[in-house]
């Protein structure tokens, strides 16, 4: 039973209070080096220089984002980094809390479930903001972008699915869902019209011949890049049952993960249900993180958002569920912090990736009730159900 004094309102603000402190105060520590690799390579771009590469005098790693990300990046560029940090984490965690509020809006006591979704989110929510990533502002985006396709809004979506593409690449995969929804040729022309805008952007400093060179590298660096570690089904397969982490052996994982996620899309007859919608979505953000080769901590924003909204289409939950979602809090949200001793996270947590195990039971629960929901009594979303100034966030 939740504080009579955790108001909806207040949740929200504590959110984004929390998630926005949190990478404060790594800038405090002087752990900023994402940021850094984030807002520099606007720099490479001022000087018509590739932002690919090794740049040390910048930030350390390798930056794996689009062009198009460094162009948007520019005003964190020219402000000053403690500024900069500030509203880089700020800008995240309200997209995200933006994103919950709207996608349940319409939902049956959707202010209860909104609460329920930030409370399930926070801990999850609260390692990217940490890490200062851009997974919260990708799953905000999503969200966002989901209610506006719902309402038919489809200029607006399409401008927040291909943001996420520009972003991570596989944030655009969620504009998969316009299927559900009508207007979809103008849905389809507005995605071409906002991806060509978004492509051509850094033209305004550099060159097109040094941009199609650069989109060229990202290319690349996407399809060669795999983190030591997988938080994935496939590092469950390396570390459990012995898998090779080759190359093919990976594309053989994310293509099996690929067929398992599209075939629901086969019950044609489910496609104007609301629960159906609201089950693949939710399917959809855990399949994009647990089939993932670039999968990494903090990226499991997008997978628990998923269970989250899962958990939310549950009108009795079973002592299962009740299971499943424990095991996703325990094992997957909490497993990284001091809550545990340090010797079991480094020589259990991580090695075994138990970060993944919670999440992807929860997606095989969820593939069992998309295959068994009946056909029969379905409830169509419209838009006038769903929409809601956004006024009524701070209300």
Aim: with cysteine; proline share 5%.
């Amino acid at each position: 039973m939740r504080l009579r004094w955790l108001t909806l309102p207040r949740l929200v603000a504590l959110f984004i209070i929390i998630l926005t402190g949190a990478g404060f105060q790594k800038y405090l520590m002087g752990s900023i080096n994402n940021y850094l690799m984030f807002s520099k390579p606007f720099h490479n771009l001022l000087l018509d220089q590739s932002i690919y590469g090794l740049h040390p005098d910048l930030y350390e790693d390798n930056y794996k984002y689009s062009p198009t990300f460094a162009w948007l990046m520019g005003p964190f560029y020219y402000a000053p980094i403690g500024v900069g940090v500030f509203f880089w984490n700020l800008i995240n965690s309200v997209v995200l809390a933006l994103g919950v509020w709207f996608y349940l809006d319409g939902e049956e006591e959707a202010d209860r479930k909104r609460w329920m979704a930030l409370l399930i989110i926070l801990p999850e929510a609260l390692v990217t903001a940490q890490n200062m990533q851009s997974n919260n502002l990708i799953v905000g985006a999503i969200l966002l972008g989901l209610y506006l396709l719902r309402n038919e809004r489809v200029w607006q979506a399409a401008f927040f699915f291909v943001l996420c593409g520009f972003i991570k690449f596989y944030g655009i995969t969620a504009a998969l869902f316009f299927v559900f929804y009508p207007k979809k040729i103008q849905f389809l022309l507005a995605m071409t019209v906002w991806t060509v805008l978004f492509a051509l952007a850094p033209t305004t400093l550099i060159p097109f011949s040094s941009l199609l060179s650069e989109y060229q590298e990202w290319f690349r660096v996407v399809m060669v890049s795999t983190l030591g570690r997988l938080v994935s089904v496939m590092g469950i397969l390396e570390a459990w049952f012995g898998m090779a982490k080759t190359d093919a052996n990976l594309r053989i994982v994310e293509a099996v993960g690929i067929v398992l996620f599209l075939l629901p899309f086969l019950r044609f007859r489910l496609w104007n249900n609301a629960l159906f919608q609201r089950r693949m979505i939710a399917y959809f953000l855990l399949f994009i993180i647990i089939f993932n080769k670039m999968a990494e901590s903090p990226t499991y924003v997008l997978a628990v958002t998923g269970v989250a909204l899962w958990w939310l289409t549950l009108e009795s939950p079973s002592r299962l569920d009740w299971v499943l979602l424990l095991t996703v809090v325990v094992f997957t949200s909490l497993s990284p912090t001091d809550l545990f001793p340090k010797f079991i996270r480094s020589e259990f947590f991580v090695p075994y990736r138990i970060k993944a195990v919670g999440c992807m039971l929860v997606w095989v629960k969820l593939q069992w009730e998309l295959w068994t929901q009946p056909a029969a009594n379905q409830i169509k979303i419209t838009s006038s159900s769903t929409s809601a100034p956004i006024s009524r966030l701070m209300s």
